[in-house]
């Protein structure tokens, strides 16, 4: 059974920083892409960071550009956010997901993915 599971959200003051992680059971993320996702309330889930399979190139969207991090601890079969500089507009529910064979065009696209988490929310006030 695969499951992932999203953690590490909170409550912040803008210009903190929040780490989130995304562990892994049932699936080996390394043979997986990886992306990380919002939805905030009356917005439609977006895409803000992504690994293509196996940890290689991140691409991430113009909005955390230069101040989000994926990474990936194969070891502990878990994935990362770090999330710097935060802004109010980065107030959301953050989500983790993950898709066995990918394009990159379709890296940060929601329906492109298969597996999901449950969400963190990660609120940031000004």
């Known amino acids: 059974q695969v499951q992932l599971v999203e953690s590490g959200g909170g409550s912040v003051q803008a210009g903190g920083s929040l780490r989130l992680a995304c562990a892994a059971s049932?699936?080996?993320?390394?043979?997986?892409?990886v992306g990380w996702f919002r939805q905030a309330p009356g917005k439609e889930r977006e895409g803000v960071a992504a690994?293509?399979?196996?940890?290689?190139?991140?691409y991430y969207s113009d909005s955390v550009k230069g101040r989000f991090t994926i990474s990936q601890d194969n070891a502990k079969n878990t994935a990362y956010l770090q999330m710097n500089s935060l802004k109010p507009e980065d107030t959301a529910i953050y989500y983790c997901?993950?898709?066995?064979?990918?394009?990159?065009?379709?890296?940060?696209?929601?329906?492109?993915?298969?597996?999901w988490g449950q969400g963190t929310q990660v609120t940031v006030s000004s």
């Open positions: 997901a993950a898709q066995p064979f990918c394009l990159r065009s379709s890296l940060l696209v929601p329906a492109h993915y298969s597996y």
């Open positions: 049932g699936l080996t993320l390394s043979s997986f892409c």
């Open positions: 690994f293509h399979t196996g940890g290689g190139s991140a």
